[in-house]
């Protein structure tokens, strides 16, 4: 990784030169963004908060995929295997801060 002016990094794979770029994010600002996605993903109104259960807006699966390639899309993360657990996948908040986890290189933490 190389360190760019701005906080960008700069992420270059040698398989398929695969470039991301990613800024650094602040935890307000990726629950900001995964409320947006989450929000117009699933097209919901102004009842919906960050605190609302996913279970409660009936997230499905088919719903959580397009989530996460927006989330990957957005922000240059994916979340996979160990972070798709039912703690992480709560709300916005409890997402974010799996996001967040892995923007910072460690894993997902559980809630």
Do not use: Y
Request: hydrophobic share 40%.
């Amino acid at each position: 990784m190389h360190d760019c002016v701005l906080g960008e990094k700069i992420n270059l794979q040698k398989k398929g030169i695969v470039v991301s770029l990613t800024k650094n994010w602040t935890l307000k600002e990726v629950e900001n963004e995964v409320f947006r996605i989450v929000k117009e993903e699933k097209q919901l109104g102004e009842e919906f908060a960050k605190n609302t259960s996913f279970v409660e807006v009936g997230l499905d699966s088919l719903s959580l995929v397009r989530i996460l390639v927006a989330i990957d899309n957005s922000m240059g993360v994916w979340l996979e295997g160990g972070a798709l657990t039912p703690e992480n996948l709560r709300d916005v908040k409890s997402l974010a801060i799996s996001v967040q986890s892995l923007m910072d290189g460690g894993v997902p933490a559980s809630q």
